[in-house]
């Protein structure tokens, strides 16, 4: 019996028991239920032992386990000293550390505040948990690690305009908001050492880089190589919106497979086993210094999958790699499969990377160029698997995204190389970094100049009816049909195992989808998509 068949039962029962928990989702579930699995598990091994095939019932059952188990692990249960008690929108005093990286807007900061006690009728009363400050002051500044006293109102978050925000919190662990009139850093840090001096980084290449560029240069290059996104104005960012390119200031998988392919060209002397060790460490690094957002940590699993197998010189089925890395997320964290769009919609553009590419490869077979015909290909695949989901979930779809994406997505390689190199530069030798931004620059200002001129074409982006669960799953099934008639129509198409280097597409990279404008207040998801 082939171990892909093994793999592919037992990862297929894991994910379909996750899927069907988000309407049964427990703390803990009854013990009759345990006894059963048990059962059942006993009776088929032992006709496992005469029956072959009833080996793959058993693998069957220890992944419905095992998706219980992680259900029952990620859901979230207060107690009396839980810091969301307190959030029943009265003014009081919080005492706690900052536990991430702050997240600086033009008018806002936000804290990801893990609580330690609550100053409640002159009382301090000591508490568990996260929540989340909103400093709309933004003085004076606190770092990732320190101590914190702020005072403000508690409550709990709530969705907005049909976006669940309450639930997008509670996939970070936190349960309640914080709206401050004053905050005070304290002199105590609790922070990770690692997690700092990586923060501390970011931070200079982001101080350094508005040293060599102006706005919004400086900020779209930002988002290239830190993935930070404030300081792009509001009405550039409607235009990254509408043209389907909000991806590129986005991190994804493009930039892990761009440090793959410079470590792999700098270390060519090293056998190709010892190589990824190096290659992975490079990437877990990158993971944390850019935030490990859903679509990061996705593509990092994969490339450092991906790794493994090319070092063990094993052939990489691409399918098992996708399935091998949505159980690792979400035994991690089991509600993005419910609550997360961008989870749910980068997965979506790989399986279209993966599915639907190949089978356009005779509709773009007649474009000479190959890193043309690769970037248009993917970007097409991606959209086509994506499209029924963004109508589903948020209403709009940007119908020049193709042209958009073959037109400045082959500028973000060079851009980021550039701009690494700009800014090592100007640490050894200002003058040095500032004559290559000037290259930098002239590539960025070029990318904003066609996004500026698709965004201001009619129906560029355009608003549609949300559609409905029942409509959107037809969509699929026709999908799924039209797929297997043509691999039947041509049976030597294959499943392109990872996207080909010379795309610029890899990794599984999607679109970003556009918030409401009320949203903006509020910290994002993040790049939910990058194609």
Same mark, same amino acid.
């Given at each position: ?20 928990? /988000? ?20 009776? =088929? ?57 702050? +997240? ?20 301090? *009363? ?24 702020? #005072? ?19 996939? *970070? ?21 690692? %997690? ?15 040293? @060599?560029?102006?706005?919004?240069? =400086? ?5 290239? %190589? ?11 960012? +409607? ?55 859903? $679509? ?29 890395? @949505? ?25 279209? @990377? ?6 356009? +490869? ?14 248009? /290909? ?27 994406? #073959? ?18 530069? =100007? ?58 008639? #043509?691999?039947?129509?041509?049976? $030597?198409? /294959? ?32 790049? /939910?998509?990058?194609?």
């Amino acid at each position: 019996m082939r171990r892909s068949l093994l793999s592919t039962v037992f990862l297929l029962a894991f994910l379909a028991t996750v899927f069907g928990l /988000q309407w049964w989702e427990r703390s803990t579930y009854p013990p009759w239920l345990w006894m059963t699995l048990t059962a059942c598990g006993g009776v =088929s091994v032992v006709m496992g032992c005469v029956v072959r095939p009833a080996f793959l019932v058993t693998l069957a059952i220890v992944g419905v386990s095992i998706g219980f188990g992680v259900v029952a692990r990620g859901t979230h249960v207060d107690s009396e000293r839980s810091v969301e008690r307190f959030a029943t929108g009265r003014t009081l005093i919080v005492h706690g550390f900052v536990a991430d990286e702050p +997240d600086r807007r033009e008018n806002v900061t936000f804290y990801d505040v893990r609580a330690d006690a609550v100053l409640v009728d002159n009382e301090w *009363r000591s508490v568990t948990g996260m929540l989340l400050v909103r400093d709309a002051k933004g003085w004076p500044q606190a770092t990732y690690g320190q101590e914190i006293t702020a #005072l403000g109102t508690m409550e709990p978050p709530k969705p907005i305009n049909g976006f669940r925000y309450d639930r997008y919190l509670g996939l *970070r662990g936190i349960h309640a908001i914080l709206r401050t009139s004053e905050l005070l850093p304290g002199e105590r840090n609790d922070g990770n050492a690692l %997690l700092a001096s990586l923060y501390r980084l970011k931070g200079a290449w982001e101080r350094r880089i508005d040293r @060599l560029l102006p706005e919004p240069q =400086s900020a779209l290059l930002a988002g290239l %190589l830190t993935g930070t996104r404030r300081g792009i104005p509001e009405d550039l960012t +409607d235009a990254f919106n509408a043209t389907g390119l909000t991806h590129i200031v986005a991190i994804s998988g493009t930039n892990i497979t761009i440090i793959v392919s410079l470590l792999g060209s700098a270390l060519f002397w090293v056998p190709r086993r010892w190589r990824v060790v190096p290659t992975a460490a490079a990437i877990a690094c990158f993971t944390l210094l850019v935030g490990a957002s859903a $679509s990061v940590v996705r593509a990092a699993i994969m490339g450092s999958l991906a790794l493994l197998a090319t070092g063990i010189e094993r052939k990489t089925d691409g399918r098992l790699l996708v399935l091998w890395t @949505l159980f690792a997320m979400l035994c991690w964290r089991p509600a993005q499969l419910w609550d997360d769009a961008g989870f749910q919609l980068s997965y979506l553009a790989l399986v279209g @990377l993966m599915e639907v590419s190949p089978l356009l +490869d005779p509709l773009f077979a007649r474009i000479p160029w190959p890193t043309l015909r690769e970037t248009l /290909q993917m970007t097409l695949s991606a959209q086509i698997a994506t499209t029924p989901w963004i109508a589903h979930l948020f209403g709009r779809i940007s119908l020049i995204a193709p042209v958009s994406n #073959l037109l400045v997505v082959p500028l973000v390689p060079l851009a980021m190389a550039l701009g690494a190199a700009s800014v090592a530069l =100007s640490w050894l030798w200002f003058p040095a970094g500032l004559l290559v931004a000037y290259g930098t620059w002239g590539i960025l200002e070029l990318a904003i100049r066609i996004v500026w001129l698709l965004a201001a074409l009619p129906y560029a982006s355009v608003t549609v009816s949300e559609l409905s669960t029942p409509v959107t799953a037809v969509a699929y099934v026709l999908l799924i049909l039209v797929i297997v008639f #043509l691999r039947r129509r041509s049976p $030597s198409v /294959q499943p392109h195992l990872l996207p080909r280097p010379a795309g610029n597409l890899p990794l599984g990279d999607g679109l970003t989808v556009v918030e409401p404008e009320d949203r903006r207040d509020h910290p994002r998801p993040g790049p /939910q998509l990058a194609v």
